[in-house]
């Protein structure tokens, strides 16, 4: 079992930044560099957004199309921590945020799959 606490909401106008962060903790032992960690967004009356996701061991990332090259996933596997830096951010990123975990198993992709446990969400806010 994998609890994720997720951190770092906000409001912001647009252009500005923001910063969340996610913990992951594993029960029995089970090593946090062997997840795919991921950070997905919604919105009311919409489908939930797969935002990035990053295997942390092989530190290989995705992003969805409508944050690439805004957003930015990392993984510090000493803190078991997840951090997404969101940049020239705009009204339509107005979301809930959440963080989500999946134990490897056999397959080291992260992008497609669907994820087991997930954080209860925070609040991110964008103005013009």
Do not use: H
Request: hydrophobic share 30%.
């Amino acid at each position: 079992m994998v609890q994720v606490v997720e951190f770092g909401g906000g409001s912001v106008q647009t252009g500005g930044s923001l910063r969340l962060s996610c913990i992951a903790s594993t029960g029995s032992g089970y090593p946090f560099n062997q997840l795919c960690m991921g950070w997905f967004r919604q919105t009311p009356g919409k489908e939930r957004e797969r935002v990035a996701t990053i295997n942390t061991e092989t530190r290989k990332y995705t992003y969805g199309a409508s944050v690439r090259g805004r957003f930015t996933i990392s993984v510090d596997n000493a803190k078991r921590m997840v951090n997404l830096q969101m940049n020239n951010l705009n009204t339509e990123d107005t979301a809930t945020y959440y963080c989500a975990a999946d134990m490897l198993g056999g397959s080291s992709l992260c992008g497609g799959r669907d994820f087991e446990y997930w954080g209860q969400g925070t609040q991110v806010a964008v103005s013009s």
